[in-house]
């Protein structure tokens, strides 16, 4: 046993120092960002805001939307073939979706899940993404899996999580991801910290998690934990590739879910609600590590997507970014002061 006595921070804990700038309008800041992947070998450029693979949130209608933005919906895996169809229709542009596997097949090779995902990228070869998501990615047989899709799909963007120590972002993309998602336990909908008592603060494990990325010419997603704008800025001034949000699309018209009486339901995909919408785990061993909740309904998902993005562009202009890319170089934070009296606090107790 050890403790790490160095400080770790989230979003609240952090702000970001305003400083001259000659950009005179959120006009001028660029914010579409060419990516080269290091597995992959593709060149694309997207804003590098992701729609998560959650139930009402990695929709075909989200997609449809974000498209228009130049932004990336990882698709939930519970579409079947027939829905993948039926989208490809209705002007989806394949450019801007991943496709979504989870880790069932490592023990069956006929997990649903797996042998959609085949299909779909054998139906749509156009599909440049495939996420393989799972809550816990420190298991070996993770990294295999991830191996094996490298092997079975050389010429796709592999996204693979979730982790949250730059040791491990480092295993996945030499193991073949070319973007490893960042984050265990920040979500709305997320209990896995108070359920297992496992994490490290969002802000931290990105800025620790994108240097050791950098290092071996990957790219990290901060995958959950942003409620507002500015923690989307802080995400991507602290050395994200991109972010991914689940709660701030949630609740939208998109989702795809029902309304009753003015609200949606949203619920982590670890939660009770999930394991009855979609099944449990047969062997028994599934614990509960998400919540269920009732949002007012927030109508077409348009209108938020441009206050993102209005706050992004805002931030750049406070800091003196004229490109997403520049972000991190200009960004300059300051610790804000509940950070220090915890830090009194701990050693006033000891």
């Not at 299909?119 to 990294?143: G, K, L, R, W």
Request: glycine residues 10%; charged residues 25%; proline residues 3%.
């Amino acid at each position: 046993m050890r403790i790490d006595y160095n400080i770790h921070l989230d979003y609240s804990d952090v702000l970001l120092q305003p400083k001259r700038s000659t950009l005179n309008s959120r006009r001028d800041v660029d914010i579409l960002r060419k990516f080269k992947f290091r597995n992959s070998g593709k060149e694309l450029s997207y804003v590098p805001i992701v729609a998560s693979n959650m139930d009402g949130v990695g929709t075909f209608s989200m997609a449809r939307v974000l498209q228009e933005y130049k932004m990336l919906t990882v698709i939930r895996k519970h579409y079947t073939l027939d829905d993948w169809k039926q989208a490809a229709g209705t002007g989806l542009k394949f450019k801007y979706v991943s496709a979504c596997v989870g880790t069932g097949a490592i023990h069956n090779e006929d997990a649903t899940d797996y042998q959609t995902l085949k299909q779909v990228m054998s139906s749509f070869p156009d599909i440049p993404c495939i996420t393989i998501d799972v809550a816990n990615a420190y298991h070996e047989s993770f990294v295999d899996f991830v191996t094996k899709i490298r092997e079975e799909y050389p010429e796709k963007i592999i996204i693979a999580g979730n982790v949250v120590t730059p040791n491990m972002t480092e295993e996945l993309i030499i193991k073949g991801a070319d973007i490893v998602k960042v984050g265990i336990g920040p979500g709305s909908v997320c209990t896995t910290r108070t359920q297992t008592g496992v994490g490290v603060p969002q802000f931290s494990a990105i800025m620790e998690c994108s240097d050791a990325a950098n290092g071996v010419g990957g790219h990290i997603i901060a995958d959950g934990g942003c409620t507002q704008p500015g923690d989307v800025a802080k995400a991507l001034s602290g050395g994200a590739h991109f972010v991914m949000l689940g709660g701030m699309l949630a609740g939208h018209d998109e989702s795809e879910l029902e309304l009753k009486d003015g609200k949606r339901v949203f619920y982590g995909m670890a939660s009770q609600t999930a394991l009855n919408t979609h099944g449990q785990r047969k062997d028994g061993y599934r614990g509960v590590e998400g919540k269920t909740v009732t949002l007012e309904d927030k109508g077409p998902v348009r209108e938020t997507v441009e206050q993102i993005l209005g706050g992004v562009r805002s931030t750049c202009t406070y800091i003196g970014a004229r490109r997403i890319k520049d972000m991190p170089k200009a960004a300059h934070f300051v610790r804000v002061n509940n950070v220090i009296n915890r830090v009194f606090d701990r050693y006033e107790k000891n």
